[in-house]
């Protein structure tokens, strides 16, 4: 093979940008994997501190390998265990952290080189960043939602060594520059922590669908949009007092309503522009005064712990993240020099379009039994909690059951990695599903699905109700939650069900018929997690 001339590999500006971008990309689905694996919760921070504050090895990888090589082996090394964790009993806590962390002295070290390249490296880096978004989210949409890196199959492997090769060439991209000058300051690089963990949670279509009820590909469109607008601002000379705009639209986007949607897309469009700034802020000021290796160990060690704590299931860290970004880009003391928006516009325009045509090619849906004859149906009721989509499809399909009551269902949590499992399951079943989330959890709770035909539904806090009409005419009730007590008082005709597992249902409250009605039905159990086949217990009150 002829080896490519230098030239076409050359550390360009626009090289190192894409290289961002790769990086970028990487980082988010990291970033989810680490949730799913270590958890965010404040149960998990001891794990998880850690595990982000060693990006703080961008420095002491400088000091060891010196500033034209450490760049180069930073991609290298990034690759290399990237390409481990395809395999997944390498995806534990210990490896995942460490991945976890050169992702993100990566990109430390990427932004020094942008800078010290380029005239505007601020800007460049926010608009790989926001592309790395638009991207991130045509990738899970086209999954529906389920990392399509980390699910298994021919398609994660080609996905996942496709960005290996990507970010092989950046290494040999990075080993052809000038390396930047070894100078002190650059700490506000850490403020790439506390963005990327506001790009996690606004650019997670299943949150904007749970906050917003919307659909999650229509969430998905939103925030391509916003991504697409923010990096066309990034051209525009908006004026500085734009920066005020991103809390207040992240609080917004917080708050469970339609105003979810358009805040998440004002949050986005504004982001890159704050992001920007935010980077050139203190630009010769924000330094330790102990050199450049302790600079850029502590912008690594504060890009991970900002980036956890943004993380954290609470709306204070991540409306803090947004002010302090917000207040470090209001101390930018110029302007950059504008980019030139075609290319990256057209691009992101592009992603805009792909989770449309990727839903439209998907094979069509199998309805669950509707045979009821004798006014006899199945009814499956399974805590999923912990259980992967493909074994809860799975788990369905072989239960035969006409209705599927499942608890502990996951809408975007950063347990789940993001996954909406009930708009998982309904593009593969052609069924209605009524969601109802636990109280205190919107994101975590009961869904109800069937193919029967349903004359009337009913949700509220903890519970759903719908109606189902048997082959015979005759409708039958089914409610599923945890406050149905209520329910139960008014109308003692419904079927009502406990989170599976537990083992007497009239101690807990719920009784398996009401007493009005005489009917069978054969309930099929499933606890936490377990797919082996369900032993079937017929009720006859």
Known sequence: MVPLPAVAVRSTP????????????????????????????????????????????????????GPRHALPAALGTLAVLWTLLLAEP??????????????????????????AVAEDGAGRLARALALAV??????????????????????????????????????????????????????????????????????????????????VTLAGVWITMGTAIGVAALSVPLPRGVVIVLPPAVAFALLPSPLAAPAVLLALAVLPYVVRRALTAWERTAATGHGALADLALAGAGCGVGCALVLLPSPWPVVAGAIGLGWAAGEA????????????????????????????????????????????????????????????????????????????????TVASGGLDLPAWLEKRLSAEAVWAADEGDRQTGTLVLTSLPVSETAAGPSYAVLTVTLTDGEPSRVGAGTELGALLREEPEVLALPPAGVSSPEDSGFHPAGESRIFARELLELGPADTSPPAATVYVP
């Open 333 to 412: 003391a110029r302007p950059a020099r504008l980019l030139r928006p075609f290319g990256p516009v057209v691009a992101a325009s592009v992603l805009l379009a792909v989770p449309p045509l990727a839903g439209a090619a998907r094979p069509a849906a199998d309805p669950l039994p509707v045979d009821t004859a004798g006014g006899m149906y199945r009814v499956l009721n399974w805590d999923v909690a912990g259980a992967s989509p493909p074994e809860v499809l799975t788990g369905i399909q072989e239960s035969g059951a006409h209705v599927v009551v499942l608890h502990g269902v996951p809408r975007g």
């Open 134 to 215: 638009a991207a991130d989210v045509t990738l899970r949409l086209f999954g529906d939602l389920w990392d399509p890196l980390w699910h298994g199959g021919a398609l994660a492997v080609l996905l996942s060594l496709a960005l290996t090769a990507l970010l092989a060439a950046g290494a040999r991209v990075a080993a052809l520059g000038t390396p930047p000058p070894a100078v002190g300051g650059g700490i506000q690089v850490a403020l790439l922590g506390p963005a990327l963990g506001l790009y996690t949670l606004l650019g997670s279509p299943a949150f904007l669908a749970v906050w917003a009820g919307i659909p």
């Open 14 to 65: 626009t090289a190192l940008t894409l290289v961002a971008a790769v990086v970028s990309l990487v980082t988010l689905h990291l970033l989810r994997l680490a949730g799913t694996v270590i958890g965010t919760s404040i149960a998990d921070l001891p794990a998880l501190l850690p595990a982000a504050a060693c990006a703080a090895v961008a420095g002491p990888l400088v000091w060891w390998l």
């Open 90 to 115: 390498v995806r534990v806590t210990p490896v995942v952290g460490l991945v976890l962390a050169v992702a993100l002295a990566t990109l430390v070290l990427v932004v020094r080189r942008l800078s």
